[in-house]
């Protein structure tokens, strides 16, 4: 007793983060928890989970078995036992290195390819290896939420640019030009676009390389989605434009393949004029990875085999699903009332409507709706606030199309119950 009161320090010397900021508003995990508390468990029917990109747990999404015989034969394996080289193991690094190349002016080696935990530690490492006081890097709005988080945990000032919903989600690169200065370090951009659902034409991604080479700023392309296009512009990478600015690319297979269960992702660095490194980055990654957690050396020995072997089949049976999806999204969309969608969704998995809170009799804002959506019609739907962009929604068609066709209904009777003229 006694002890325990002289022991007792006057203050504790620590204190949660706060620059995580991990509010429920901001992050994706964090908004599906409040979300999902507003589940009303008296409703019966399914949940109909349109906030989350996660296709994978619906059996029509499921991955190919060549995916799942390749992570069953690699556990097998004798030399994925052991710890991985901190770069990634380098068959892997190789086989990622010849899947991003295909196209490219500008081959990739192994060398130029780092392997990560999912495309998020590949966002996480190439933030920490640009911070430093004083710098800012200049994220696109609507953006993925984890990159504010990610850049502002490694010390680097966030600055946003435009992407305009009139243009089908272009960059409004006077917008960069804008808020760019001497201190900018890069600029990110995603394509397929996350959360606008739109990609970005050849011509397009050249006159943002060479916006960014006026800056003297590198970019990184978060390719997460590459190659999931369904529309008219076909899926250019942003590594072709590597010889006019320095480019990072970000991606993995969680995506494509529909396993992001399994975090294996890339960071990759296109970079023919050895400007990167140069200027320290490249030291600056093999420094990260030399502390950072590693992805399991049995994942990445199974990539050579998943990148190279998934049969043609696969990807186009599951663009199939998908556009069906975004048909039956652009079909359910149309006569709701106090919403509208400026773009139809061609490429990843989700899209932007656009609120007219003033023709609701009783909705605040964008958060609102989605929690009153939860509670009343069972449907969760991200916030446009998460990504930016407040009065707006980011909707995930990528489920299975019979849900979705009923998450479209329960959305109509919803809108219609809290409209003005109802
Ligand atoms: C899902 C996603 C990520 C994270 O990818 P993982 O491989 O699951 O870590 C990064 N960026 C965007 C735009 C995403 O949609």
Redo the contacts with the bound molecule.
């Keep these: 007793m006694e002890n325990s009161t002289t022991l007792a320090p006057k203050k504790w010397g620590f204190r949660g983060n706060s620059d995580l900021k991990a509010d429920p508003e901001t992050t994706i995990r964090g908004v599906l928890t409040m979300l999902m508390s507003n589940i009303s468990i008296s409703d019966d029917r399914p949940v109909i989970p349109m906030s989350v ?1 996660q296709p994978s747990a619906f059996p029509c999404f499921y991955t190919t078995q060549i995916a799942t015989d390749a992570i069953v034969e690699s556990v097998q394996a004798t030399e994925f036992r052991s710890y991985p080289p901190t770069e990634g193991v380098l068959p892997a690094r190789r086989a990622v290195a010849e899947y991003l190349s295909q196209g490219l002016p500008n081959k990739l080696s192994p060398d130029d390819v780092f392997m990560t935990i ?3 530690q590949a ?1 996480h490492a190439v933030m920490h290896v640009l911070g430093g006081s004083n710098l800012n890097l200049l994220l696109p709005r609507p953006c ?1 939420p ?1 990159y504010d988080v990610a850049a502002r945990t490694a010390n680097l000032e966030v600055r946003f640019f435009d992407l305009l919903p009139e243009k089908n989600w272009e960059v409004d690169l006077d917008s960069v030009i804008a808020v760019a200065d001497e201190n900018t370090v890069g600029m990110v951009i ?1 394509n397929p676009g ?1 959360p606008g659902g739109n990609v970005f034409t050849y011509d397009h991604l050249k006159k943002v390389a060479e916006t960014a080479r006026k800056l003297g700023i590198l970019i990184i392309s ?1 390719e ?1 989605y590459g190659h999931m296009v369904f529309g008219e512009n076909p899926f250019v990478p942003m590594g072709a434009f590597g010889s006019i600015t320095p480019i990072i690319t970000l991606g ?1 297979i ?2 494509r393949w529909m396993v ?1 269960g399994w975090r294996a ?1 890339w960071l990759a660095t296109h970079d023919p004029d050895g400007i990167l490194k140069e200027h320290g980055i490249i030291t600056s990654l093999i420094e990260y990875f030399n502390v950072a957690p590693l992805p399991p050396a049995f994942i990445q020995g199974a990539l050579p085999y998943i990148l190279t072997k998934t049969e043609d089949d696969f990807f186009s049976r599951i663009l199939k699903l998908i556009k069906e999806a975004a048909n039956v999204f652009n079909e359910g969309i149309k006569d709701l009332p106090g919403v509208t969608c400026p773009t139809r969704p061609e490429g990843a998995t989700c899209v932007m409507v656009k609120l007219d809170i003033s023709s609701f009799e009783d909705i605040k804002d964008d958060v609102d709706f989605c929690v009153k959506l939860a509670k009343e019609e069972s449907v969760m739907i991200l916030p446009g606030v998460s990504v930016g962009l407040p009065n707006w929604l980011r909707i995930t068609f990528a489920i299975d199309p019979s849900y979705l066709q009923d998450g479209m209904k329960r959305m109509k009777s919803f809108c219609e119950r809290h409209s003005k003229r109802a």
Excluded: E, L, R, T
């Design positions: 990109s999912g495309c998020q966002c993925f984890y995603i996350n978060d997460v993995s969680s995506k992001p992702g």
